[in-house]
């Protein structure tokens, strides 16, 4: 036994603590501002005519003006954020869509209209716009109060109500076999709600340190025989170490607490993380219109509530970056202490785009919200079909019985 490693010369820097450190504190936290200047008065017009009746194209991703059919994009996030190697960050860095949201500030928004002077409430909780009942403007809410209502950015749907129709009809059109019959009964993808869903993205510079135990085998023999007979090996035990320095971009982390619950005996939030990743490099400047049609849920989560998150996510990349230098352990290589230090992160707010169906199923006395999402971006699918477990059971019996035939068969004892 040894406590060399098979390669190099040994002199691998020892394990850091199991601990996370926090981000160096001569670097304070600093904010940069995402707002959309040119939304200030809370009039979204037209560039071309004026006009207040905007709402998106899916179809190309882009505004339209339901009035001269002008069409346009907001500039792309990455343009009004100042440019930053990942790898020199150091702190964190918050956009002021992501600051950590006042308890104290009303859902409820009154907003004076530029056209007539009419004052126009907005309940955020429901909608982000309101059209004036006197001069007809609409208003909506581009103004980064911090009730967590309005993001830094936004990722515009492309995929369409039609397209998504069609792919959520192919889903469960595959699982029809074993599907409830309820769920048959009462299946209607046209109902298919188009959501803006909140989210934290984070660009995050860390450092992962490693060890524990590799094992490299060295002889393999059999003794005894029959029934007695077992099989050994020997093998040589190393002290394995790691350090790791890596950058991560365009991290997507749930903002809303009641989407982050993963419980699967109530629901199938689950599904959502099935359809990532977003282009989130594309996402857009905040402007309220992207929502016109569509429905949204507020962020109810701050920065430092989904800091265990980020951790979680950064000590799963480093463990799979370790892999290939660890490959000659041909016994495997077991981990017994990480440390996890994050040198910098900047975290956006974003409201990412999802198509979603959503079915309650009761049986038994037992209740599942049953969803089947699609990517607003991609077109990606996946979600839970309600199943009919005696179909089910009845089927695998079956095909267990034929396969017993045919195993009796072959060993010709028919």
Same mark, same amino acid.
């Given at each position: 036994m040894t406590t060399m490693p098979p390669t !190099?010369? !040994?002199? @691998?820097?020892? %394990?850091?603590?199991?601990?996370?450190? @926090?981000?160096?504190?001569?670097? %304070?936290?600093?904010?940069?501002?995402t707002a959309n200047q040119r939304l200030d008065d809370g009039l979204n017009r037209c560039p071309r005519c004026g006009a207040t009746d905007i709402q998106l194209r899916p179809s190309a991703g882009m505004l339209v003006c339901l009035f001269c059919r002008h069409e346009w994009a907001e500039a792309r996030l990455d343009e009004s954020v100042p440019a930053t190697d990942v790898a020199t960050l150091t702190g964190t860095v918050i956009g002021t869509g992501a600051a950590d949201i006042a308890a104290d500030v009303d859902v409820v928004i009154t907003l004076k209209c530029g056209g007539c002077g009419a004052e126009v409430v907005v309940n955020t909780n429901e909608q982000m716009g309101a059209r004036c009942h006197w001069c007809r403007h609409v208003l909506t809410i581009n103004e980064q109060i911090p009730n967590g209502a309005v993001p830094d950015?936004?990722?515009?749907?492309?995929?369409? =109500?039609?397209q998504a129709v069609a792919t959520i009809n192919r889903f469960a059109g595959k699982r029809r076999r074993f599907a409830h019959r309820a769920f048959l009964r009462d299946f209607k993808p046209e109902n298919i709600v188009g959501v803006y869903l909140p989210y934290l993205v984070v660009d995050a510079n860390a450092s992962v340190d490693v060890g524990g135990v590799g094992e490299v085998q060295t002889r393999r023999y059999t003794e005894g025989s029959g029934d007695d007979? @077992?099989?050994?090996?020997?093998?040589?035990?190393?002290?394995? @170490?790691? =350090?790791?320095?890596?950058?991560?971009?365009?991290?997507?982390?749930?903002?809303?607490?009641?989407?982050a619950n993963q419980d699967t005996s109530v629901n199938t939030n689950n599904i959502i993380n099935t359809i990532l990743p977003f282009d989130t490099e594309n996402a857009v400047q905040w402007n309220a219109s992207y929502l016109t049609g569509f429905t949204s849920e507020k962020r109810d989560q701050n920065v430092v509530h989904v800091t265990p998150e980020l951790e979680h996510q950064l000590l799963s990349i480093a463990r799979a970056q370790v892999v290939p230098s660890v490959e000659a352990y041909d016994r495997g290589v077991r981990w017994e202490r990480e440390g996890l230090q994050v040198h910098g992160a900047r975290w956006l707010a974003m409201y990412l785009p999802v198509w979603l169906y959503s079915y309650y199923h009761e049986e038994r006395g037992k209740g599942m919200v049953h969803y089947i999402a699609v990517n607003g971006r991609t077109g990606e699918v996946m979600g839970s079909v309600p199943v009919a477990t005696q179909r089910l059971v009845l089927t695998a019996l079956a095909v267990g019985t034929v396969v017993e035939a045919l195993v009796i068969a072959l060993l010709g004892l028919s």
């Open positions: !190099g010369d !040994g002199t @691998e820097p020892a %394990p850091a603590d199991p601990v996370v450190a @926090e981000p160096p504190s001569e670097n %304070p936290n600093a904010t940069i501002d950015a936004v990722l515009p749907f492309t995929v369409t =109500h039609d007979k @077992e099989t050994y090996y020997d093998a040589d035990i190393y002290a394995v @170490e790691r =350090h790791i320095d890596f950058t991560a971009d365009n991290l997507t982390i749930e903002a809303s607490a009641e989407r």
